[in-house]
């Protein structure tokens, strides 16, 4: 099977590996798995005072597909805010990095780790708020 | 007709497996193309359908892990196909934790160590599906088989990461 230039890219490559500190307020952390494959996936998102992402990490067991398709996440949602990155959509990642149709399940993996450190992010701040007030 | 049907056998985690490659053994002479070279080929076709059933149910009854997922299947319940997600933190954290300790195993010893854990895991695992599955009781049974395809999934990349390291010794001793 032939993989794009920008897949393999990716995985050789990969940008962001690592972690962010999971209990700080302004981190918001996504953890999800596809258990067909047994792959597991931690998506980290950094936001700053101004709203935007100002730093994403993430570290991925799985195939080649699922380690590019969350690198170039990560790529992706830096200088974006929130609501922004939460538009990312499974099929940009597969267009952007030309996956192959068996491996379509590897970018759904990204977008819903994007999604569940977005929705990690968003409860921290709703818990603050509730308890400034 | 479900597998356990198929070879005659009660549709139970337990499985004596002797029984089971008997059962095997008579319906795989008993479906045997040799047996329909001069049948017509409607018969033909139908003992190749039946062999090729009979080796699927043989294969899926065989393996402990596979056999419970196709028994919670057949008990109606739901496992993540293909292109899935779960978002379950106890169980995606430790997958993620025992990851992350074997790549940060670099030796035979090492590996082999994590490996031994994690097949103690799976046993205690598999014996505890046989109460989940008397009790019926699905979101546990559901539960327990995603951790044992983690912990399955642990185990092939410990072979894996095992013969890596060989590899690596013995170009290092080669040197």
């Known amino acids: ?23 700080s307020d302004d981190v918001g952390t996504g953890l999800v798995g596809a258990p067909a494959c047994g792959d597991v996936m ?47 959509k499974n099929t940009d990642i597969a267009k952007h990095l030309a996956l192959p149709p068996v491996k379509i399940h590897c970018s759904v993996l990204a977008e819903d780790a994007i999604k569940a450190a977005i929705a990690d992010y968003r409860a921290k701040i709703a818990k603050k708020d509730e308890a400034a007030e | 007709m479900d597998h356990f049907a198929r070879l005659g056998l009660p549709a139970a985690l337990d499985l004596d497996s002797g029984a089971l490659d008997k059962a095997y053994f008579a319906g795989q ?34 393996n402990p892990l596979d056999r419970a997922v196709y028994l919670a299947t057949l008990k109606g319940v739901e496992l993540p196909g293909d292109g899935k997600t779960i978002a379950d933190p106890d169980l995606l954290m430790e ?35 046989g109460g989940l599955f008397l009790a019926n009781d699905k979101p546990a049974i559901r539960k327990a088989l995603l951790r044992l395809r983690y912990l399955d999934k642990f185990a092939e990349e410990a072979r894996a990461r095992r013969t890596n390291i060989e590899r690596a010794n013995s170009e290092r001793s080669g040197a």
Request: with cysteine; proline share 3%; glycine share 6%.
């Open chain 1, 42 to 88: 931690k998506l980290q998102i950094k936001v700053g005072a101004d709203g935007l992402i100002e730093d994403a990490k993430f570290k991925t067991f799985g195939c080649g597909s699922a380690i590019a398709s969350s690198s170039l996440v990560t790529e992706w949602v830096k200088g974006k805010t929130i609501d922004e990155a939460e538009t990312i």
């Open chain 1, 1 to 23: 099977m032939a993989y794009s230039e920008k897949l393999i890219d990716h995985y050789e490559n990969p940008r962001n590996i690592g972690s962010l500190d999971k209990g």
């Open chain 2, 95 to 129: 997958a993620m934790e025992a990851r992350e300790e074997l790549q940060e195993a670099d030796t035979v010893q090492a590996v082999d160590g994590l490996a031994a854990k994690v097949r103690s895991d799976v046993d205690t695992a598999l014996n505890g599906l």
């Open chain 2, 29 to 62: 002479r008993q479906w045997h193309p040799d047996r329909f070279v001069a049948k017509p080929p409607e018969e033909r076709a139908k003992a190749s359908v039946e062999a090729a059933a009979l080796n699927d149910a043989y294969r899926t009854l065989k």
